[in-house]
């Protein structure tokens, strides 16, 4: 099993709709969770980035984490064709230094 | 416009030579590092840099190696290519190693 478990989609979603991404992991020793958009043929850009459990926003995107439950998920409201990606979740065990587990990616597709 | 900047974009390359992928910043983060991204198996770490004139092993580092004389560049050599090098590698970097890391678009690299 691996530590982190993403739904690899395909996901498609009419423009405007709420996107709801998510993962589940393994390691309680997971701190820090981001989420990254990854478009074709380009590298992952940082989306968000916590580290307790609750919610964080950033303009149409919401991050949350649940540690009780090692489960994390990327809100997307209004969504954009624009918004049409590979969203990678990652996370990091402070124990472990600097190394990032991520999770296979989910693909998205707005469609207009 | 500050970044990560990897070279080649893409290289086709016979089976047992040698081959050093470039990767240079220059928003004078402390720490580099290096991924390979596979279909199925997502980005994992094959080396690191916590700061100039030192590096570590991440999950898949066998076949590679890597060297860091100062604080912008961090080059990856493969010493004797196989096919199953074949991937895409990614470079990122962050200001320290607990802060988020920013990846460049990549070199596509196939070993024939």
């Known amino acids: 099993q691996k530590e982190v478990e993403q739904d690899p989609g395909p996901l498609s979603v009419p423009e405007g709709a709420i996107v709801s991404l998510n993962c589940t992991y393994s390691?309680?020793?997971?701190?820090?969770f981001m989420w990254y958009r990854q478009y074709s043929r380009k590298g992952p850009e940082l989306l968000m980035y916590?580290?307790?459990?609750g919610n964080k926003e950033d303009g149409r995107f919401t991050a949350q984490v649940d540690k009780s439950s090692k489960y994390i998920s990327l809100f997307i409201r209004d969504s954009q064709p624009s918004d049409s990606a590979t969203y990678l979740c990652a996370m990091e065990d402070n124990n472990a230094g600097n190394m990032l587990t991520f999770g296979g990616g989910t693909r998205l597709m707005v469609k207009p | 416009i500050a970044g990560i900047t990897q070279a080649p974009t893409s290289q086709i390359l016979a089976a047992g030579r040698r081959m050093t992928l470039r990767c240079t910043q220059d928003m004078r983060h402390n720490a580099m590092y290096w991924y390979r991204q596979d279909l199925g198996l997502g980005l994992r770490l094959i080396h690191y840099s916590n700061t100039a004139g030192t590096t570590g092993k991440g999950e898949v580092p066998d076949g590679y190696s890597v060297s860091r004389a100062n604080t912008d560049d961090f080059p990856l050599t493969l010493a004797s290519a196989v096919p199953s090098q074949t991937s895409v590698y990614f470079c990122?970097?962050?200001?320290?190693?607990?802060?988020?890391?920013?990846f460049g678009d990549g070199t596509r690299l196939s070993i024939l």
């Open positions: 390691n309680s020793a997971f701190q820090y």
């Open positions: 916590t580290y307790s459990s």
């Open positions: 990122a970097s962050s200001a320290t190693e607990d802060q988020p890391q920013h």
